[in-house]
């Protein structure tokens, strides 16, 4: 069945330092790849995507990659800040299909 | 643009009765609704996706008889929970979608407890 792996569950960093959240999933048609930020109590609130035909995407201090051939993606979160601080979910999709989440990581960013 | 609400932000109810929450979609018309749970420290799972006057498309191990849902237009998708019991309760996400993208957009989210 579909799934993704999701990893590190946690990951502490000092401000200031870089964060890399990395997701292997299995279907190999999928073709959209979101991230989520979470906070607690709160709804998932999309931070970046890419689709299947892009290797690479930034936005400011975000960034995603994707690779095909290895079925990987990931979040790259640059100069974090305490407000970074949140739980993290990749997710992919097929088309116009459901989203399958990943377990999610906890990052704490450390003033 | 593509604001999605909730109702209500959260409940308490007593075991056995059956609670009903509203998603709307406000400034666009959603094709498609989806229903998320999420238990606390556990990512969002779904349970099932409703289209516009179809019946709901259930995941597995989702009782279709329990979680009912009803998807009367194109802005409003009702998630109702029957005979509620203390193991339903969570956070009830739902997200809307618009024809085209993959993007889903997401509701607020409804905390039910049940006593």
């Known amino acids: 069945g579909e799934n993704v792996e999701q990893h590190p569950s946690t990951l502490s960093v000092q401000e200031g330092d870089s964060a890399v959240i990395k997701c292997t999933y299995s279907?190999?048609?999928?073709?959209?790849f979101p991230w989520y930020k979470q906070e607690l109590g709160k709804r998932p609130q999309l931070i970046i995507d890419i689709r299947s035909n892009v290797g690479e995407k930034k936005d400011q201090r975000i960034a995603v990659t994707l690779n095909k051939t290895a079925k990987h993606f990931s979040l790259h979160i640059t100069e974090t800040q305490p407000e970074d601080s949140a739980v993290y979910f990749c997710?992919?999709?097929?088309?116009?299909?459901?989203?399958?989440f990943g377990t999610g990581t906890r990052l704490l960013v450390s003033p | 643009g593509a604001v999605v609400s909730q109702h209500p932000s959260w409940v308490i109810c007593k075991s056995g009765t059956s609670v009903k929450i509203e998603c709307r979609s406000l400034?666009?018309?959603?094709?498609?609704m989806f229903w998320y749970r999420q238990f606390p420290k556990q990512s969002l799972m779904l349970m099932a996706t409703s289209n516009e006057g179809s019946k709901a498309t259930y995941e597995q191990g989702v009782e279709k008889d329990k979680f009912l849902i009803n998807h009367a237009s194109l802005t409003l998708s009702t998630l109702t929970v029957t005979s509620a019991h203390p193991e339903d309760s969570s956070f009830y996400i739902c997200s809307a979608s618009i024809e085209g993208p993959n993007e889903q957009f997401f509701g607020p989210g409804t905390r039910l407890t049940v006593l």
């Open positions: 279907d190999s048609a999928s073709n959209y």
């Open positions: 400034d666009f018309q959603a094709t498609t």
């Open positions: 997710a992919f999709s097929r088309g116009f299909q459901k989203l399958v």
